[in-house]
């Protein structure tokens, strides 16, 4: 059930009574509506009789926030956390950004399932990049990055990120690395303001890449960084987990295998 079509007319457009209601939701532009929709969509489910409600969050948000990192600043993983717990009885989420938290068990009190895109990514670096060289941007970053270096035999590492505000970021090197000539991918869960890849990105090129790529999960690409980042030259492109015009890698079929076994 699409809970957007149905907020829009209000109501859900398929008999619900004694059936397991699998939402996908994918929180994207007004995140805050869309949590709205969801938690409006959820309860009125559970009126109509369901069984159970699932939610599927291809892009799942407010997971970064797991801290308060300054005075006053809501722990917004938590608080949301909180509300889907109530509405839902399982939740599944393609490749969240756990950090503090390692685990979503830790985070959900419902069911809840990680789901990851790394095995597509791997598959389309395969497909379209020759002799790749993996680049974590920060240790966060390596679930994703050597995960998929791992799976290619590819040679990988990851660098060292501070971020200073949500523009602002310094990443830098740990040891010695020669890069010349190669293709090399920076991999990476999420791409928001870009801060992170174009800072990458200057590292890679004094050390002699011949061309950068970036491919992340989630393309949040605020404030047109997508089109910042292919200005410089940065080939990107992300799953379709957020809609954007980098978004070539399909995360459909994991997504539909999920809810097969559901
Ligand atoms: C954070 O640790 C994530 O893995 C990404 O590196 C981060 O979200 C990227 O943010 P931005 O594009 O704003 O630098």
């Known amino acids: 059930v ?12 398929c008999d619900v009574k004694n059936k397991e209601v699998v939402f996908v939701q994918s929180f994207y ?10 938690i409006l969509a959820a309860h009125t489910a559970m009126e109509l009789g369901a069984k159970k409600t699932v939610l599927i969050a291809p892009y799942f948000p407010y997971m970064r926030q797991d801290k308060r990192f300054h005075r006053g600043e809501a722990i917004s993983q938590r608080i949301i956390a909180e509300l889907v717990d109530k ?9 969240p950004h756990l950090h503090r938290e390692k685990k979503l068990e830790h985070i959900f009190k419902i069911k809840s399932k990680k789901l990851t895109a790394n095995n597509l990514i791997a598959r389309y670096i395969k497909k379209n990049i020759r002799n790749p060289a993996i680049i974590g941007p920060d240790e966060e970053s390596y679930k994703w990055a050597r995960n998929v270096a791992e799976m290619l035999g590819a040679e990988s590492r990851i660098l060292m990120k501070k971020r200073y505000s949500s523009y602002h970021v310094k990443v830098t090197l740990n040891k010695k690395l020669d890069l010349k000539g ?12 870009g801060h992170t890849i174009l800072e990458t990105a200057k590292i890679l090129r004094k050390l002699g890449a011949k061309a950068i790529y970036c491919i992340c999960v989630h393309g949040i690409f605020a404030n047109d960084a997508l089109g910042k980042l292919r200005k410089t030259g940065i080939k990107v492109v ?23 076994i559901f």
């Open 2 to 13: 699409s809970p957007l079509k149905m907020i829009r007319k209000n109501c859900l457009d």
């Open 29 to 38: 532009k007004d995140v805050s509506d869309c949590i709205i929709e969801i």
């Open 87 to 95: 509405y839902f009885d399982a939740v599944y989420i393609m490749d």
């Open 182 to 193: 190669k293709n090399t991918v920076i991999v990476d869960d999420i791409v928001s303001t």
């Open 238 to 260: 992300s799953a379709n987990t957020v809609p954007s015009k980098a978004a070539k890698i399909d995360v459909s079929g994991v997504i539909a295998l999920e809810i097969k």
